[in-house]
């Protein structure tokens, strides 16, 4: 009798998501039984939850896993994006009690919703298989979208929920279709099995289903990461979930994208690199010249922060475009440099906001910065940092971003970048005139700092400045990591 082989599985190379996901079910069955006054606590164990999973994915480093008959990869490429997403998560975990309290929506679901949407981006970054992508994306997608609904006594936070829904279940089966196509020129779904059939057999490439696939992946990744004309969801659905959410959704699963993006072209389809390079430099200018020059005009300072977020998806596109060790080291050290300086504005967005997301107009930071001259300080920090102004780490990363796209070859690209960026200065020193230079209109007696929101902003400051004044180690890691 012929007996069924079982596949290696290897559960170290799922180490961190099993952690993560075991610590957010014990959180949910926890939930039931906490008093809503002490959901706080919720938090803080979500916090001592992540800690453990971060020490599991730095004792990872330098030592690649391969699970599920390689369907997954725990390589150093997966464990700096993984860092990322786990950073994202305590950073927003850090401002999400105080908004909870205040908008009086103080559930305990929130925070194993936030840890199994970090599983969803862990199992992108590491999926070496296009349904293993697939599988993250979905637990990432589903999770997304009830946190961006999670406050249901706000209508727009409602809208919010159900908009990112419609659009995001529309743009998942423009990214299934295009692995379809591809598992159907290729016979695989297995990124190295792509790449080989499309080096050996010549019919492969010349086959346009496998362009027209790639294409469609394309579409469906560019939805994720929020780049233009694939962004029109993203203001709105910025603006209508709880702010919290805001700054979660704005770094980790636009890290997420990336993540598998980039595998998915660099790895499978490097052989199609004429083609996507021209793919994503049309999308890298269209996503920066959208996202800044409609961020000028914005009075909502989310909204403003959701297109200023759809302008860095563009420069980082600028590095992925380039798709040389540079460009890829860029893109990695840009997106975690990315993670402090939002979230910690989005912090500093939290303190300054009232009950029912009301007090969000860049008007009503009028002289902010001399009420609480700490807190505008660190406001000016991240807003100095997002604009690319050294010694900031926005600076560096758009550096690295910059730099490789010059040495592939893409100078006007670069130049292109240069520009949006200096165009960018203009509403994030907006919101600094306002702070600075416009008289008090209210005394801002209701801002109280919690403990927790106060660690985030100290944090994401020391995130901000430390590796833009001495960028070495974290570039280090970030090569370290490259995929070549």
Not at 73 to 86: E, S, V, W
Request: include cysteine; glycine fraction near 10%.
């Amino acid at each position: 009798m012929e007996t069924i082989a079982m596949p290696a599985i290897n559960f170290a190379a799922i180490m961190p998501e099993m952690i993560l996901s075991v610590v957010a079910m014990v959180l949910l069955l926890i939930n039931v039984f906490v008093p809503s006054e002490q959901k706080a606590y919720l938090g803080y164990m979500s916090l001592i939850g992540i800690i453990v999973t971060f020490v599991s994915v730095v004792s990872g480093w330098n030592s690649p896993q391969a699970g599920f008959n390689g369907a997954v990869l725990q390589d150093n490429f997966a464990l700096f994006f993984k860092g990322i997403f786990l950073i994202s998560a305590f950073l927003t975990i850090l401002i999400t009690d105080q908004y909870l309290q205040r908008e009086e929506c103080n559930w305990g679901e929130m925070y194993p919703l936030i840890l199994f949407a970090t599983v969803g981006m862990m199992l992108m970054a590491s999926g070496t298989d296009l349904m293993t992508i697939f599988l993250g994306l979905e637990v990432l997608s589903v999770t997304l979208y009830i946190l961006a609904g999670f406050n249901r006594n706000n209508v727009k936070s409602n809208e919010a929920g159900l908009k990112y829904f419609l659009l995001g279940a529309f743009s998942t089966g423009f990214l299934l279709y295009g692995m379809a196509l591809t598992y159907g020129s290729t016979g695989t779904t297995r990124i190295a099995g792509i790449a080989e059939q499309v080096m050996q057999n010549g019919s492969v490439l010349a086959n346009p289903m496998l362009l027209v696939g790639m294409l469609m992946m394309a579409v469906g990744f560019s939805f994720k990461v929020a780049a233009a004309p694939f962004h029109m969801w993203t203001p709105d659905v910025y603006e209508g979930a709880p702010t919290p959410m805001t700054a979660f959704m704005s770094v980790g699963p636009k890290a997420a994208g990336f993540a598998a993006f980039m595998r998915v072209l660099l790895v499978a389809l490097p052989a199609l690199r004429a083609d996507w390079s021209m793919l994503l430099w049309v999308l890298a200018v269209l996503t920066m010249t959208v996202g800044n020059i409609t961020a000028l005009y914005q009075n909502n300072i989310k909204r403003m922060l959701a297109y200023s977020s759809i302008a860095h998806a563009g420069y980082v596109l600028v590095g992925f475009t380039a798709g040389n060790a540079v460009g890829t080291a860029g893109v990695m050290f840009y997106m975690l440099s990315y993670a402090f300086m939002n979230i910690g504005a989005f912090a500093i967005i939290v303190m300054v906001g009232k009950k029912g997301e009301d007090n969000n107009n860049v008007s009503d930071y009028a002289g902010f910065g001399f009420k609480h001259p700490v807190l505008g300080m660190c406001m000016s920090i991240f807003l100095f940092s997002l604009a690319g102004i050294p010694p900031a780490a926005g600076f560096i990363g758009k550096f690295y971003l910059f730099s490789g796209a010059i040495q592939a070859g893409y100078v006007w690209l670069a130049i292109i970048g240069v520009l949006n960026s200096a165009a960018s200065v203009y509403y994030y020193l907006r919101v600094m005139v306002y702070m600075y230079m416009k008289d008090p209109t209210e005394e801002f007696d209701w801002l109280k700092v919690s403990p927790a929101i106060a660690l985030c902003v100290i944090l994401a400051v020391a995130g901000v400045l430390i590796p833009g004044i001495v960028p070495g180690t974290l570039l280090s890691l970030a090569q370290q990591a490259v995929l070549m």
